[in-house]
């Protein structure tokens, strides 16, 4: 062989060699790895929970040992793969189930703040019913439509391969689900660390669809835990116990709390401006700077999860279930209401909305309300003194100021009853609800927002918050008048998503950006005609500052109560049996 020969035989090796170096290392497993992480890391930069397959450190990019994750995921690209028909789309389909899985997780997180769990699809139906026709266009577009495609392309023919293909992630999701003993004891020696107060670090750490599985495992174990806690007889008697203390400490003082749907106060956004004051005089003049602020455990949405700490004063775990009311069987849990009625008050619940959302009839009847209205539009026109009236031009989220007057007119003659049961009067209010809009034949917009982030939703929340806040103002005014020496507290359930979710909080600097800001609400309270402020609580500190002016400061000499030490206590997890044993008799 001559030397031209020689080189021309090694030229072809080499490219031989290089083509199929390049086939082994860029192909649709390679490109679809690096799919994964291009958009874990783009959402990552937007807030997000961070990387998939690489984290950051100072700078530094690093592998994340999410052995189980990448495997799952591999496991689960290989199977889409072999179940579609071969086709010049195939690759890319295969990705699109797992890619639009790990996309949705993090929306909801940069939405709401809030780590996604699988028990929360129990709540889609009710998501829906809120949504408005853009978003579900939206949706339609880029997830029914690629989903569909996917469902189509499947070579339903390969049925064996389809069935016994998915036996491991059968075995995988069935082990979490009754076996999760096994399954929690494992991943937590074959997996990265999990922060117990931080889950989307413990994302970050393990994956998503990992995380998934675990915490679903970890709610399965949670609720045989409460076993230990179901002791009715015992229950009952310790709520009868509590209620005659409180019968005889009384002093009859009666309860407005009001909860406001995304009653958000624009003035706390360190970075923004506005063309007017947000906040309405009346508002101003009744409350001044004695407007505190309370901890709620959500951010953006799920308004029952606010409702159950405000009612029953223990912190909403999620440990049985994602939203802790969808739980309630209607079965006595005694929580404030509830004890409250043994101990003689009239408790009525009044809700500004559909009774269908998370289990609510069901929730507040284990909560304890004698009575619950919702309005006639909801109910078939049922026994309620609530009517929505034309909301039709603020996506029928009734305006506060028309549940504030007609719940004024219902409860009037309860409070001027000679000698009657005091009253227990529970408030809960839609409007403000996301896209946030006004009826500008009533309430045309008052304000522009000058910042560097244009948010548009929270820009027109700044503009619903000054009619709202005069309708707060009007509304207690009402109730002073009424009755001067009740306990009136009005506390927004969580701040609204904001256009951009966490980001938009982050820009605009909502309260200088202090650490767990974006869980702090407003909160006003009045005790015997005077504004009343505490240093920052929770939401499930409410129960207490409720229990202890009705027994004027009593409760607090006989328990330990968190917020009269006025600093924010984090006693959380001390909590926590009290929460297991309220939710094993809800649940009953």
């Known amino acids: 062989m001559t030397t031209n020969g020689i080189t021309a035989a090694i030229q072809l090796n080499t490219r031989l060699l290089a083509s199929k170096a390049c086939s082994l290392l860029i192909n649709r497993y390679t490109l679809f790895f690096l799919g994964v992480y291009a958009l874990s890391l783009a959402v990552n930069l937007l807030g997000g929970m961070g990387g998939v397959v690489l984290m950051t450190e100072d700078n530094y990019f690093y ?35 797992l890619l639009l899985a790990y996309l949705a997780q993090d929306i909801y997180y940069l939405m709401y703040s809030s780590v996604f769990r699988i028990v929360e699809l129990t709540s889609l139906s009710e998501l829906f019913t809120i949504l408005t026709s853009e978003i579900i266009v939206l949706l339609t577009v880029i997830v029914a439509v690629p989903l569909g495609f996917f469902f189509w392309s499947i070579n339903y023919r390969k049925w064996l391969v389809i069935t016994t293909g998915i036996v491991p992630l059968l075995l995988l999701i069935g082990t979490a689900e009754f076996y999760p003993k096994f399954f929690t004891a494992t991943f937590e020696k074959v997996g990265e660390e999990i922060i117990y107060w931080d889950d989307a670090i413990s994302v ?21 835990k409460t076993e230990k806690f179901r002791d009715r007889p015992q229950y009952e008697q310790q709520a009868q116990q509590q209620a005659a203390w409180i019968r005889t400490n009384s002093t009859k003082r ?8 995304s009653f958000i106060d624009p003035t706390l956004f360190q970075g923004a401006r506005f063309t007017k004051d947000p906040v309405h005089p009346s508002f101003k003049k009744l409350f001044g700077n004695q407007m505190g602020l309370s901890v709620s455990p959500v951010v953006g949405g799920r308004t029952s999860q606010a409702e159950f700490e405000l009612l029953c004063g223990v912190p909403a775990f999620e440990e049985l279930v994602g939203v802790e009311f969808n739980s309630f069987t209607g079965t006595p849990a005694y929580c404030l209401p ?57 996506d029928d989220f009734m305006f506060d100021e028309e549940i504030f007057s007609q719940n004024i007119a219902f409860i009037t003659p309860l409070l001027q009853e000679t000698d ?9 209010t839609i409007y403000g609800h996301v896209p946030h809009r006004l009826d ?31 309708a707060v103002a009007d509304y207690v005014g009402n109730l002073l008048e009424l009755d001067k020496k009740s306990l009136i507290i009005v506390v927004s359930d969580h701040v609204p998503p904001g ?21 702090m609400n407003r909160i006003l309270i009045i005790e ?24 004027d400061g009593a409760y607090c000499r006989k328990n330990t109560c968190g917020f009269m030490a006025n600093k924010l206590l984090d006693d959380r997890q001390e909590r926590h049996d009290d929460y297991m044993r309220l939710m094993a008799h809800a649940t009953e």
Not at 420 to 428: A, D, Q
Request: charged share 20%.
């Open 63 to 97: 592998f994340k040992k999410e052995y189980c994750e990448l495997t799952l995921l591999f496991y689960l690209y290989c199977y889409c793969n072999m179940i579609l028909r071969p086709s010049r789309w195939q690759a890319w389909l295969a990705a699109v189930p």
């Open 204 to 224: 970050a750490n393990n994956g998503r669809f990992m995380m998934l599985l675990y915490r679903e495992a970890e709610r399965n174990l949670s609720i045989e």
């Open 254 to 261: 009666n309860v407005h709390l009001v909860v406001m749907e």
């Open 338 to 394: 509830g004890r409250l009625e043994l101990a003689g008050y009239r408790t009525m619940a009044s809700n500004a909305y559909n009774p269908s959302f998370f289990n609510t009839p069901n929730a507040y009847k284990g909560i304890g309300f004698e009575k619950i209205f919702f309005p006639k539009e909801y109910v078939g026109g049922g026994n309620t003194y609530i009517t929505t009236g034309d909301a039709s031009r603020e």
């Open 420 to 428: 009657g049961p005091p009253l227990f009067n529970y408030v809960l």
């Open 440 to 470: 500008e034949t009533k309430r045309p917009q008052v304000l522009k927002m000058i910042a560097s982030l244009k948010d548009a939703q929270l820009e027109q929340s700044a503009n619903q918050f000054f009619y709202r806040s005069k």
């Open 499 to 519: 256009q951009f979710g966490k980001t938009s909080y982050e820009k605009l600097r909502y309260l200088n950006n202090k650490t767990d800001s974006i869980h």
């Open 528 to 551: 015997g005609g005077k504004v009343k402020k505490y240093a920052t609580l929770h939401h499930y500190d409410v129960p207490a500052v409720i229990l202890n002016s009705i027994t």
